[in-house]
């Protein structure tokens, strides 16, 4: 660590009653050299500093070092609690538009934060306008909602011993995180405290530094964000449907079902979507378009019935779940005849065979 090189007091903003600075922080000259333009980790600091500016730390001089001596470039900077944000684009923004002269890409950039500093660095992290962030580092703090990227690489280090004000929101998110099909690395460590990095001397805690250091590094290759590219229709379609955001599953799928017309999937997610917006009819024909291309067809031919049932279809309906209780789709007949999606069928002769115990 000792060979990183390291510029400090450097200016990006100069203030009204202050200047803000930041330290460079780079690999040595030989390697840096031979690497070219480097991808570039920004420590976000969201709460300011008091006596002592934040990029003095000792903690995020070690990690500055530590970035550096792993084939990156790090950057630590000052900022103003009341405008920490505006402050971190204000950073990113000098860096881009001297990234030639500082020999950073000016599109490859991550955003690591910890603490209190996690909700403005987040903030900023998962603004969708943000392009040249392409990934992020979330440890022990809560993280700002209002915006978010589930396109964005995201890795959040939970430490287990630390406050419910904190684990509580960080699991939630964690857990919102992958209902939308985000991409996200979770560390969860039970037996470590806050500021684990700092505190807790353990190859635990070492080991997540390591898969923090592993994760930057992947993340800010070329290859890897090409692979995180790919089906961007399929992703764009699961995470809408993850949200509940059924237009957009809508506008989505229907996409990914004109360039792939052998695969069921992006039917049945059509169906779930009509279905939720009560256009039963084009629910049921989505359904039966997924079964008809062999995506479960049991599953999907009985949501076709409860569809076409809903929208008055009653021999359609009866079509369709004879056929998926033909497949074996499931031996509680009395579960189906209960099913208040097919309510309007219950007097049905056909029906009542159809659901008869066996």
């Keep these: 660590m000792e060979q990183a090189t390291v510029d400090t007091g450097l200016v990006f903003l100069r203030a009204r009653d202050r200047s803000l600075r930041f330290d460079l922080y780079k690999p040595p000259p030989a390697v840096a050299k031979a690497a070219g333009p480097l991808p570039v980790v920004v420590f976000a600091n969201g709460v300011g500093g008091n006596e002592t500016a934040l990029r003095d730390w000792a903690i995020y001089r070690s990690w500055g070092r530590l970035v550096a001596v792993t084939g990156m470039a ?44 996690v909700r403005p660095g987040s903030a900023y992290a998962l603004d969708p306008a943000h392009s040249w962030v392409k990934c992020a ?73 390591r898969a923090t250091l592993a994760f930057l590094q992947r993340n800010l290759t070329a290859g890897l964000q090409r692979a995180r590219s790919l089906r961007p229709d399929e992703t764009r379609a699961m995470r809408a449907h993850g949200a509940h955001d059924w237009p957009g599953v809508i506008e989505a799928a229907s996409v990914w079902a004109a360039h792939d017309a052998t695969r069921g999937q992006p039917h049945q997610l059509l169906g779930d979507a009509f279905y939720q917006m009560r256009q039963y009819g084009e629910a049921a024909r989505h359904y039966e378009e997924a079964a008809s291309l062999e995506w479960f067809p049991a599953l999907t031919l009985y949501n076709a019935a409860c569809s076409a049932a809903l929208g008055g279809q009653t021999t359609r309906a009866l ?8 497949t074996g789709f499931t031996s509680n007949r009395k579960q189906v005849r209960n099913d208040p999606d097919l309510a309007s069928l219950r007097n049905d002769p056909r029906f009542l065979k159809l659901t008869e115990n066996r």
């Design 137 to 209: 580092v979330f440890y022990y703090g809560i993280v700002d909602t209002t915006v978010t990227r589930s396109d964005l690489p995201m890795l959040v280090a939970r430490a287990g011993l630390d406050g419910g004000w904190i684990n509580f929101p960080l699991t939630a998110f964690i857990q919102r995180s992958v209902e939308r099909n985000a991409t996200i690395t979770v560390l969860n460590l039970p037996n470590a405290h806050h500021a684990f990095d700092l505190v807790d001397d353990d190859d635990a805690s070492r080991d997540a530094v």
């Design 319 to 326: 079509d369709d779940l004879e056929k998926s209780l033909a």
């Design 74 to 117: 790090a950057v630590t900077h000052d900022s103003r609690p009341a405008t920490a944000v505006a402050d971190i684009d204000s950073l990113v923004r000098h860096l881009r538009a001297n990234a030639g002269k500082l020999g950073i890409d000016p599109e490859n950039i991550a955003i690591w934060a910890c603490s209190a500093n």
